[in-house]
């Protein structure tokens, strides 16, 4: 049997083996309580603080900025709840196409707190029609706002102007979130040239393990507890910290940075060629993307045209040994589509799947991918 072809990293990434061996290695001496004062209690403590600092450093952050969480769900959840509920935020500023953590965390404070939920106009590919954000901005420049647009989508992979956006939040003085569990570990990310206050991130979506995310929340911006019953985390998240989790995120990020362009410039012909290979393949085929700079390579957006055979095409890859995806990952288990792509303008009728790459990923594995796809849609 030939080995499988995986190509969903935007749902998720394997552990990058370097990670896996420092978490082996720390799994039985880590185990001490971080809060203890005993020898195994300070070294889980030095462990924390160790990723604490990689993160700080990728971020060119402070070190009280950063906080541990378990995911980018929970991160983006604490940081649109504190704002509404600690920071007197009555308007969000939010896009349809954020993920669910960030849409249905507005609804939610919507309908609990009241408050107003205004949906920023998109370009066609996706990104945020900054003349748009700006009016709406100017709208109401009294109301204490925060704008929550995402850094790199997570099902088609465009790229917000996150400076373009924070200079307008700061020109109207709106708080600003995004969601970068899609870019962190990709992208560079400087808070000091990009104007954040909050931004979320989650290790599995870069090579660190499941169960492990964290918030940047810039100095001076007090947001109160969202779990009780601690002082981990400078009081900020009580609960014992996953000490192994964190320790390996810390690694997958040192190694992202380490390999950083690298990374990306492999990612990038993985891309271009699995999109000319299906041009050539497979005729009709369209794309959601954006022009450079403004696409990430990581993910391929593909459209197939209108036929019965794209009914269960996902499945069928699956049977193939290939491994994608219809969007974003699937929480049901059904192939049905994505609710983000209506806000795209993506042709009538066609069938649209995500291909998302890592640098373990081969060009052989794209030439056999759109093979596949050409037996599969064209074939008689
Ligand atoms: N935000 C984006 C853009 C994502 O792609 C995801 C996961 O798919 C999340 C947030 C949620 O992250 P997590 O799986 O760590 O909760």
Redesign the pocket.
Request: proline letters at 0%; hydrophobic letters at 30%; glycine letters at 10%.
């Given at each position: 049997m030939s080995p499988r072809i995986y190509l969903d990293h935007?749902?998720?990434t394997p552990l990058h083996p370097e990670v896996w061996a420092s978490m082996s290695d720390i799994q039985a001496s880590g185990f001490g309580n971080p809060s203890s004062i005993h020898h195994e209690g300070r070294f889980a403590r030095t462990l924390i603080e160790e990723a604490r600092k990689t993160l700080a450093r990728y971020l060119n952050a402070s070190l009280g900025e950063v906080f541990f969480t378990s995911?980018?769900?929970?991160?983006?959840n604490m940081i649109l709840t504190g704002a509404v509920r600690d920071l007197g935020v009555t308007r969000i500023l939010t896009s349809h196409i954020?993920?669910p953590?960030?849409t249905q965390t507005v609804r939610y404070l919507e309908k609990q707190y009241g408050i107003d939920v205004v949906w920023v106009p998109l370009l066609a590919d996706g990104r945020t029609d900054t003349t748009g954000l700006h009016h709406i901005l100017a709208r109401e420049p009294q109301t204490r706002t925060m704008v929550s647009l995402?850094h790199?989508?997570?099902e088609v992979g465009v790229i917000n102007d996150l400076a373009e956006i924070g200079g307008l939040c700061r020109q109207f003085n709106a708080l600003f979130h995004t969601?970068a569990?899609?870019s962190i570990g990709f992208q560079p990310f400087d808070v000091a040239t990009i104007p954040v206050d909050f931004v979320?991130g989650?290790?599995?979506?870069f090579y660190g393990p499941?169960g492990c995310?964290f918030v940047y929340i810039r100095a001076g911006i007090g947001i109160r507890p969202y779990l009780h019953g601690g002082s981990q985390e400078r009081n900020m998240r009580a609960g014992t910290e996953n000490t192994l989790g964190i320790h390996g995120m810390g690694t997958a990020l040192a190694i992202a940075q380490r390999e950083g362009s690298e990374r990306n410039r492999t990612i990038a012909q993985l891309r271009k060629t699995l999109r000319e290979a299906l041009v050539h393949d497979v005729p009709g085929v369209t794309f959601n993307e954006a022009p450079d700079p403004w696409q990430s390579p990581k993910i391929l957006s593909v459209n197939f045209p209108p036929s019965p055979r794209t009914d269960l095409l996902l499945m069928h890859l699956d049977i193939e040994g290939i491994s994608a995806s219809g969007g974003?990952?699937c929480s049901s288990g059904a192939e049905v589509a994505s609710p983000v792509l209506q806000y795209l303008s993506i042709p009538d009728g066609t069938k649209t799947l995500r291909f998302s790459f890592s640098p373990a990923n081969s060009v052989e594995e794209m030439v056999q991918v759109s093979h596949v796809l050409q037996r599969l849609m064209v074939a008689p």
């Open positions: 935007a749902a998720t995911c980018g769900t929970e991160s983006n954020e993920h953590c960030v995402m790199v989508n997570n969601d569990v899609q979320g989650s290790a599995h979506k499941k995310g974003s990952a």
